[in-house]
């Protein structure tokens, strides 16, 4: 009986052999799909049971998003200080949802799996510390975010303030209303989570959308600083004559093309052209300059950019196709199928503030360990390399938004904060005559020491309907945050 | 070479090549390696508690009391009643043992956590793990001490085979009330707790099955036709090996219990084999397995489900009865991956029936492959020793029952682990001495008594009665001389092999 037996044992061998075999497959060979299958929660709760980085202001730390210890499983609660104002800022983290914004962009570093970390985990565990995540310093001036949000939110206004130091690129300010409070959607109840997400995305406002980066718009007349800019690069002066009529038709169509209200130019010059924003005068520039040269001005502009982050991805501005001369005159004043982000409209501004070179926008200024020390500090660079003009003709083409902020009303006009601006009124919708227009706004101050340039947009007219253009709503948005930024420095 | 008479000798014997040798009991061998799992369950209650960063409390001294006592006196018993028994059998239960309790302590904690999160207050398994212990250690002693010799089970081999056959089949008939949890008709519900008949019925049916083969075990060596030079059975020998997988059918079918199906036709099919030495029957029952497992598969949707989650539980996740668990135990295996998260430091929790049926991922998560490994190769070890010891005893009942139990933990964790894994489809039957719960506990620790009875026969020096080489006045009992062709010639004091011709 032995022999079976004996038998009987190397089956024993084999069946465990071949749990040890499918061990290995399962534990070395799969391991890692098993591990990172979105379905398996315990990465995810580890991560967040550890003490997430903060992310602070630039003055004096505030911080934006920092956490609370619980003692519930999660450990740690993500909090954020006036969470709305803030939002297009931070984002949001949430356990059921991900996270969002900045706390995606930088959620390696901040919840401490970055390799830059390494060295301070490793002194963790042997220190016994926990290990934590590290913190986000980022360039936002609180002092402007706060203007700039409570003068669209107590108007009540759907669209977006950006406001950036020309000379750096550093976002002083990133505003996008209706807003929504990323603390709900980091609540460690459940169901509190799943009903603000419910309320966020059902709200037709799309308080989620982060109008600054992630929606592009026409920009009307504010695009107006780029054929300008074309224009001046290509040989024309301020006082080149323009045509001042009142309306053009469109080659090879017999759709006419009208200056605002319908009315004749009040000058003949390009730089009065720009002061009264005439659209017969532009439309006819951009049709002579021809598409490539306008591209060429445009891109260095970084219009045209689709791999821009700050860190988070800016979705692309374009001008469209071009396709006939038409739709160069249409895209010269800003309409047809040119699209600008509020950041890149912001941009137009600064680029003309810094001499005709545009800084790449960012928004974190460093990155620092738990302990605050430094890992790594930001500094500026230039957006695409390229002049978009040169200082000459920025010096000529700042002179000529000085005159456009002299002709443009609304409130909070102050001329000790010597803004320079351009102003836009943009038609948008499938009837754009019945459409209430977008009122757009981009300026920087003060004009001989540019230290803020914003730009603002207010969608479909704010609270002027039809009757709204960009000086009338948008502008004094604007200056308010001018002014606070202005105001501290 | 002439020596005097020794005192080992006895029957007259006065010259002696090959004194019976006193063989090493090795119950220090056994002390040590008890005192080694302890040492090693200890660290790993410590690091549980560490981990879950609760300071150390009286609790893991009261498990630690608890679990030396226990084994102290499993370890005293077997020094008196079964002092030849095998030592690494012992320890290795004790270590499977101590880490389940580890783990299912760990469980608790986890739940308790989540309980006091929601507002509520969790029990926990482990005490009553522990008080399942000490009953499994009052029955193990029992069995010491009652069945001195395993041979005299044989005795009672059909009256085993009908309270095993009742046991298996009560659940089934009682009403579902009574009999049913979660989907499972194998349990016998009784007021303030739970006991799973089949866990008992296996054992029971074990010894049933050896007796009965080992009395008749010539009529299944007998061959049949033959057929392309194989000797095939008689179709009237099918008997038994029909009624096992009748029976099985029947678990499967009245039960919905596929584990246990499985487990007992390995069983019967592999002690068929060893009592009868003939391939054929492997053959034959693998046939039969194949072919019921085929109908099982069209007839019953439970089984397709099972299939189904077995081929890829991340494409069933999210059905009713789906590969959720199986996909969360996965992913508990995978995120431990080689070494795992540690003791405490993971979330085995995390998957439904963690302390239960994928105990083994749990392990698995937090101890990682090497430690997954271990505790599979301490069951080899295990198997392997009580295979040894059927090896060494003399006796074929005993032969036949060694084997059978050593296989049915190799066979078990087979279907659990390998269900755990992936390896196989999932069907739930216990992790020995790992896994929460009674019944099993209970059950296996009365195949561990029975293991060292076998193994304490195999290693007992021989009633020196019996002289080695029989003398001319050797009683006339000694029938087996009779056998002999040519009856010994040698001289006493002859050196073997000198003059054997």
């Known amino acids: 009986m032995n022999t079976p037996l004996r038998k009987v044992g190397i089956t024993m061998l084999v069946m465990v052999s071949l749990l040890l075999a499918n061990a290995t497959y399962i534990q070395v060979v799969r391991a890692d799909d098993y591990r990172t299958d979105g379905r398996n929660s315990r990465v995810l709760l580890d991560e967040y049971s550890r003490e997430r980085g903060k992310i602070t202001a630039e003055e004096a730390g505030q911080v934006l998003a920092g956490v609370k210890p619980t003692d519930d499983q999660l450990r740690f609660l993500r909090t954020y200080s006036d969470g709305p104002m803030y939002a297009p800022v931070t984002g949001y983290y949430s356990v059921l949802y991900g996270a969002g914004g900045l706390e995606r962009a930088q959620d390696e570093f901040l919840n401490g799996s970055d390799p830059r970390l390494l060295v301070r985990r490793l002194s963790d565990m042997i220190t016994g510390r926990d290990p934590r995540g590290g913190n986000v310093r980022l360039t ?10 409570n003068a669209m939110t107590q108007n009540g206004y759907t669209g977006s303030v950006v406001a950036l130091d020309p000379k750096t690129g550093d976002i002083l300010a990133m505003v996008s209303t209706p807003s929504y409070d990323p603390g709900r959607l980091a609540s460690h109840d459940a169901e509190e989570q799943q009903e603000a997400w419910k309320q966020f995305s059902d709200d037709p406002g799309n308080p989620m959308l982060n109008r600054a980066i992630r929606e592009n718009y026409p920009p009307g007349s504010t695009f107006k600083i780029v054929t300008t800019a074309a224009a001046l690069e290509n040989g024309m002066s301020g006082d080149s004559q323009v045509t001042s009529d009142s309306n053009i038709t469109l080659p090879g169509t017999s759709t006419t093309l009208e200056n605002y209200g319908g009315a004749t130019c009040q000058g003949s010059t390009l730089a009065e052209a720009l002061k009264y924003s005439c659209n017969t005068a532009f ?18 502009f970084g219009i045209g950019m689709d791999d821009l982050e700050i860190p988070m991805g800016v979705v692309p501005s374009g001008l469209g196709e071009l396709e006939s001369e038409a739709a160069l005159y249409q895209s010269g004043i800003g309409q047809r199928d040119v699209r600008l982000t509020p950041l890149q409209d912001a941009l137009l501004a600064a680029t003309v503030a810094n001499d005709g070179v545009a800084m790449k926008p960012q928004l974190v200024k460093a990155l620092l360990a738990p302990d605050l020390s430094t890992i790594e500090e930001f500094t500026p660079e ?3 390399g390229e002049a978009a003009m040169s200082a000459e003709n920025a010096q000529t083409l ?3 938004m000085i005159q456009s902020e002299s002709n443009t009303s609304g409130g909070g006009k102050d001329e000790s904060l010597k803004i320079a601006s351009k102003t836009g009124t943009a038609e948008h919708g499938t009837d754009p005559k019945a459409t209430p227009p977008h009122a757009w706004y981009t300026a920087f101050a003060p004009h001989d020491d540019p230290k803020i340039a914003v730009a603002v947009i207010v969608e ?15 502008a004094e948005i604007a200056r308010s945050t001018i002014s606070a930024a202005l105001g501290g420095g | 070479m002439a020596q005097p008479a020794g005192n080992s000798g006895a029957g007259g014997q006065q010259y002696t090549t090959n004194p019976p040798r006193e063989l090493p009991r090795r119950r220090g061998t056994e002390l040590w390696l008890l005192a080694f799992a302890a040492l090693i369950v200890t660290s790993a209650f410590i690091l549980v508690q560490a981990n879950q960063e609760q300071e150390l409390s009286w609790s893991i001294v009261w498990y630690g009391l608890a679990y030396l006592a226990i084994f102290t006196v499993a370890h005293l018993a077997v020094r008196r009643w079964a002092p030849y028994a095998d030592p690494l059998i012992l320890p290795c239960v004790a270590l499977l043992n101590g880490l389940g309790l580890v783990m299912i302590y760990r469980i608790d904690l986890a739940n308790a956590q989540e309980a006091i999160s929601v507002g509520e207050t969790s029990t926990g398994s482990a005490p009553r793990q522990v008080l399942f212990t000490v009953a499994a250690l009052i029955l193990f002693l029992g069995v010491l001490i009652v069945v001195k010799d395993h041979r005299t089970l044989t005795r009672y081999a059909y009256t085993f085979g009908l309270v095993g056959m009742a046991a298996l089949a009560l659940p089934a008939l009682l009403p579902s009330s009574l009999s049913e949890v979660n989907g499972a008709k194998v349990w016998l519900k009784l007021p303030g707790f739970s006991i799973q008949p089949g866990e008992f019925a296996k054992i029971l049916l074990m010894i049933f099955f050896a007796a009965f083969l080992v009395a008749k ?26 009624i096992a997988a009748v029976v099985c059918l029947g678990i499967l079918v009245f039960q919905r219990d596929l584990g246990t199906a499985l487990l007992f036709f390995g069983i019967v099919l592999v002690m068929l084999y060893v009592a009868t030495e003939r391939v054929i029957w492997v053959v034959v029952g693998l046939s039969m397995f194949l072919v019921g497992a085929m109908i099982a598969y069209q007839l019953f949707t439970h089984v397709q489900q099972r299939v189904a989650n077995w081929i890829d539980p991340l494409a069933t996740y999210d059905d009713p009865g789906g590969g959720y668990q199986i996909a969360q135990g996965l992913f508990g295996l995978g995120t431990g991956g080689m070494f795992g998260t540690g003791l405490g430091a993971g979330r085995p929790e995390t998957v439904p029936e963690s302390n239960t049926d994928f105990i083994s991922a749990a392990l698995g998560e937090e101890l990682g492959f090497v430690g997954l490994s271990a505790i599979l190769l301490v069951y080899l070890i295990l198997a392997m020793r ?19 139990l050593s296989f049915a933990i190799v066979m078990q964790i087979f279907v659990i682990i390998g269900g755990v894994t992936k390896l196989i489809p999932m069907t739930g039957v216990t992790t020995p001495w790992l896994s929460a719960g009674g019944s099993s506990l209970l059950a296996n620790y009365i195949l561990v008594a029975l293991l060292l009875r076998i193994s304490d026969t195999a290693r007992r020096p021989q009633q020196p009665v019996k002289p080695k080489a029989p003398l001319p006045q050797a009683p006339l009992a000694e029938a087996h001389t009779v056998m002999v062709q040519r009856p010994p010639q040698q001289h006493p004091g002859a050196t073997e092999g000198g003059n054997t011709l």
């Open chain 1, 382 to 384: 230039e957006l695409t």
């Open chain 2, 386 to 404: 009580g295979m040894r010891s059927a090896l060494a005893v003399r006796d074929t009942f005993g032969k036949l029952l060694g084997g059978g």
């Open chain 2, 217 to 242: 075990r010539d009529l299944f060596m007998t061959a049949g036709k033959r057929i392309l030079g194989i000797e095939l059975p008689r179709a009237r020998d099918l008997g038994p090996i029909i």
């Open chain 1, 140 to 149: 936002v001036r609180p002092s402007v975010q706060e203007a700039a949000y």
């Open chain 1, 460 to 474: 479909s007219g704010g609270n002027r309907g039809l009757a709204a253009t960009g000086g009338t709503v948008a």
């Open chain 1, 398 to 400: 700042t002179d000529m």
């Open chain 1, 283 to 300: 439309a006819k520039i951009a049709g002579d300059l021809g598409k490539e040269k306008l591209e060429a001005t445009a891109a260095n």
